[in-house]
């Protein structure tokens, strides 16, 4: 899986924009069945002429269709939207449908996996509870590539908790809302920034690359999408993640939905 990738939760332009991303560098896209953009994703990768196994595409299962059946419907619903013979990594979007549906939605991609639809599992918005109620169904984890999962995760909104059980359980850890929405104007963000000359955006992206996260970030604007993805030619410097470690305000610093107190 590559270490960046591109999200298109409310993109108008999905097409094109996944079109500029691709250019930019960008081979992992990030959907969902919610977005209602499978389908201009899957021509803008038949458009760019990218060969199908260089690119990594994701997409997800809200909770208003968990369930065994309904989630298999839902990955041949998405497979024919995206034009693939298979996904390389589905998602449960949210843990928001109770123990039950969590868990047979679950099994329906096991199976879904164990048929070559899907390539990888994974779950999005979990606590450790739902994490662990994998375990405790008996339900094996993926044997030749790890679980990954997706939280909202920024200098802001840390969820320390949830990556420490991560790194002991060998879980990939994928970040959603990385740049914050563009609410990027705090002193600490700028001041790094301005000592980089990087916009904070970059700093924002590097700052989750460097903590060994997986970063989704979103854009339409061409020119945004392509600085996005220049962070490979500067680092920063230990201070300086300590600096934006520093700023972390717990639940209280989300600026999405974080739905991981779901019962």
């Known amino acids: 899986m590559p270490l960046l990738g591109f999200g298109v939760y409310q993109n108008y332009t999905t097409r094109a924009s996944v079109l500029e991303a691709l250019r930019a560098g960008f081979r992992h896209v990030d959907s969902a069945q919610a977005y209602r953009n499978e389908t201009a994703v899957g021509e803008a990768v038949r458009d760019s002429g990218i060969d199908r196994g260089e690119l990594f595409i994701t997409t997800k299962c809200v909770s208003k269709n968990h369930g065994y059946e309904s989630t298999l419907k839902g990955i041949d619903e998405s497979l024919a939207k995206f034009g693939f013979e298979y996904i390389d990594l589905f998602l449960i979007h949210d843990p928001c449908s109770g123990t039950e549906r969590r868990l047979a939605t679950y099994r329906a991609l096991q199976d879904a996996r164990d048929a070559g639809k899907i390539r990888s599992i994974g779950v999005s918005n979990y606590a450790i509870k739902h994490l662990e109620e994998i375990a405790d169904a008996k339900y094996d984890m993926p044997a030749y590539t790890p679980l990954i999962a997706c939280w909202q995760l920024h200098p802001f909104c840390q969820q320390r908790p949830i990556v420490d059980y991560c790194r002991e359980h060998s879980i990939v850890v994928q970040a959603y809302c990385p740049i914050m929405r563009g609410r990027m ?28 996260f997986i970063p ?32 972390d305000r717990g639940k209280d610093g989300s600026i999405s939905w974080n739905p991981i107190d779901a019962p």
């Open 216 to 247: 989704l970030p979103k854009s339409a604007t061409p020119e945004r999408i392509r600085s996005n993805a220049q962070l490979y030619d500067f680092e920063l410097g230990p201070e300086e993640m300590e600096r934006l470690d520093g700023l």
């Open 185 to 212: 104007d705090h002193p600490i963000i700028q001041t790094i920034a301005q000592n980089h000359s990087r916009d904070a955006a970059q700093v924002l992206l590097r700052w989750s690359l460097q903590k060994g």
